[in-house]
């Protein structure tokens, strides 16, 4: 199976690649003074919903850093020619690589579960302060742990307990880099249950849809597992926090 394949169907039906509900996310979002021309980047955008969605209400100027060629055609269907060519720009190409040759600098960057794409969470926030000016506000979505994961739980994703910090952690990281907390939201059970639901829907939708496909077994077997860890250690281990920092530059 294609790598990315599993994920792209588990994410179609997603507007947001995450367990936040729209209205949280946007009332974090408005703590942040956007204003009309302001440039805001998105690292790990998706299907650049939150970009399109700041076009739309504050006229900012939007890059987006996303790797999945098929979450950008999506964008751009949605997002119409005249956004493309004047307030949206997307990058389809390595977040890392974009960031290592970036010299400019935004008034906002956003970073919404894809801390992976630049490598892990702190390091995500030392590259974000980097091309945020002055005065400038990052915004990061982040996994962490609601109590120690069970060995069993990490096996099952694959993960290690290291990769993720607690909620108090997540806030301490960029305190001790010198960022500002100005605000922190975390997902509840249910933006969870539409997250997790939601994915496991969309493979098995697409197994019963697609018979022939050579992958379905696989796809099943792997949808069946995740779900299961979900609902047995994941409810009560795993969270996801949105944190809002400003960036002082130092000063
Ligand atoms: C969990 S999704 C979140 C998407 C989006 N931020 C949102 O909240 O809807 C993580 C995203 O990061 C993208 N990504 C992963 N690695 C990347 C990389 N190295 N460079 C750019 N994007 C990457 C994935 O393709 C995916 O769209």
């Not at 996310?25 to 919903?49: H, N, T, Y």
């Not at 022939?212 to 979900?230: E, F, G, H, L």
Request: negative net charge.
């Amino acid at each position: 199976m294609a790598s990315n394949k599993f994920s792209v169907i588990a994410h179609r039906d997603h507007e947001i690649c995450n367990p936040l509900n729209k209205g949280k996310l946007q009332s974090v979002l408005d703590r942040i003074p956007f204003e009309s021309g302001g440039k805001v980047l998105d690292i790990g955008a998706g299907k650049c919903s939150v970009l399109m969605d700041l076009i739309d209400r504050h006229d900012v100027v939007g890059t987006a850093i996303e790797i999945e060629r098929s979450f950008i055609e999506e964008a751009q269907r949605k997002a119409g020619q005249w956004i493309i060519d004047n307030q949206l720009e997307i990058v389809n190409e390595d977040a890392k690589k974009v960031i290592d040759g970036m010299d400019e600098l935004y008034d906002v960057s956003i970073c919404l579960g894809a801390t992976h794409a630049l490598g892990n969470y702190k390091v995500t926030l030392e590259r974000m302060s980097e091309v945020v000016k002055p005065g400038g506000y990052l915004l990061v979505g982040e996994g962490y742990w609601k109590r120690k994961p069970d060995a069993a739980y990490l096996e099952a994703l694959g993960a290690e307990e290291g990769e993720l910090f607690s909620h108090q952690e997540n806030i301490q990281v960029g305190e001790d880099l010198g960022l500002v907390p100005m605000w922190a939201s975390v997902a509840n059970e249910d933006e969870w249950d539409d997250y997790e639901w939601l994915y496991s829907r969309s493979i098995e939708m697409y197994c019963l849809e697609n018979p022939d496909d050579p992958d379905v077994n696989a796809m099943r077997d792997r949808i069946r597992k995740w779900r299961s860890s979900y609902l047995r250690w994941g409810r009560n281990t795993l969270g996801f926090g949105l944190y809002l920092f400003y960036n002082t530059g130092g000063k």
